[in-house]
């Protein structure tokens, strides 16, 4: 950290908070939104990806300068705060008047807001804990909220089912509160504003401030092995979920609680060790792991029919998110390292993601309509074994394995609180 002071205890344990609670409500209702149209307003397959392409276009358009806000912002929990009231709002109307035009513009407004969270938190981690801490603090970040997820995956499922579908839109709101008081309780003078920007003065120090570049041929590699995962990612759950949503009929919704809850207890581990380990470890060969498992997911998803098989291969889902959620984050915080764009670069590899979500689920979608979900799964796996292609043979090492050493002896130390 810039500063020489340690972040208070109330500010780390509010971030731990707004960690569990956050990522949860940033998207609404979730995949539950998927089963609700499914089942509940028996929508078909490509309905539903048009909504959810034009939501995630939304969200796509606005996410890097989301993250410049943030890198602008002095005081980014605020804006955490203000962007959980706005998706709160849209969940009531959604649920009071679910019609096909107003889920679509409450969706869109929900993906919209939802891109200042994942940067904000990122931020204030940065700015809290200094380079130092930040793999583990990231880590500690997935870890946590997987098992905010499991919370609201169970709370939603169970809601659902003894209340009725249109419960979870008011289980989610009611989940947004504490959120907003997590986000509000993190304390200004806690953040160094200039490093959670990625603004620290040690970059590179043999470089000229002056000629130093934050984005290169790594980053745009990067960026396009993030958007081919997630064209393969995203709509293999969506999938799952409307197959569920036809079989399982009035206990989908519980079906689909059990899948979230499984990926995220696999993911609490998986996190915990990718930022236990990456101080001292190369970035690239754990983030290879998290490429590897998606191509295999798909493949298998073809021998599953029950909703418990399908829901079953969500322990791949769980390595591979809670490899991708970390180290996204580190090799970008990796190649931005001194220049001030650390959220803005967020917001730029968010965008990708969201581009490659919202395609998934639109081209998906209309596979599934058209010739069976079989071919649909057939197609994402193909696309996760280009993504893993490239990957390995494009995409270089990003860690500084001299200052990684230098860091790593601190990096659990940082995320305690002071006394």
Known sequence: M??????????????????????????GAGPFLIVFMAGTLAWDPQRIGTVMFV????????????GALIDSARHKPRWI???????????????????????????SLIGAAGT????????????????????????????????GTVLWALGTGWVSHAFGPHAMFFYAVAMALPTIAAAMLIRKRDVDPRLA??????????????????????FIVLLVCAFLFHLANAAMLTLVAQKVGTQAGT?????????????????????????RWAPRLARKPIFLAGFAVLPVRGLLYLLADSPAALLSLQVLDGIGAGIFGVMLTLMIGDITRGSGHFNFALGIGAACVGLGAALSNL??????????????????????????????????????RRRSMANAPAASALTTAAP
Request: charged residues 10%; neutral net charge.
């Open 81 to 107: 705060a203000g962007a959980i009231s706005l998706i709160a709002v849209c969940l009531v109307v959604m649920a009071n008047w679910p019609g096909y035009g107003v889920i679509l513009a409450g969706q």
């Open 55 to 66: 939501s995630a276009l939304v969200g796509l358009l606005v996410q890097a300068p989301a």
């Open 197 to 218: 920007r990625g603004a620290d003065a040690d970059h590179e120090a043999d470089t000229p401030r002056s000629t130093a570049r934050w984005y290169d041929h790594r």
């Open 363 to 400: 081209v998906a979608g209309t596979v599934a309509h058209l010739a069976g979900y079989g071919t649909a799964f057939v197609m994402l796996a193909g696309i996760a074994a280009a993504a893993l292609t490239l990957f390995a043979l494009a995409m270089p090492e990003t860690r500084d």
């Open 116 to 147: 200042l969270v994942a940067p904000a938190i990122a931020a204030v981690s940065l700015g809290m804990v200094g380079r130092a801490g930040l793999d583990a603090r990231v880590g500690r970040n997935a870890a946590i909220t997987a098992a």
């Open 251 to 275: 206990s989908a919704t519980l079906w689909l609680s059990g899948g979230v809850i499984v990926t995220q207890l696999v993911t609490i581990p998986i996190a915990l060790a990718a930022g």
């Open 2 to 27: 810039t500063s020489s002071a340690a972040p208070s205890r109330r500010s780390l344990r509010a971030l731990d908070a707004l960690a569990f609670f956050a990522p949860d409500i940033q998207g």
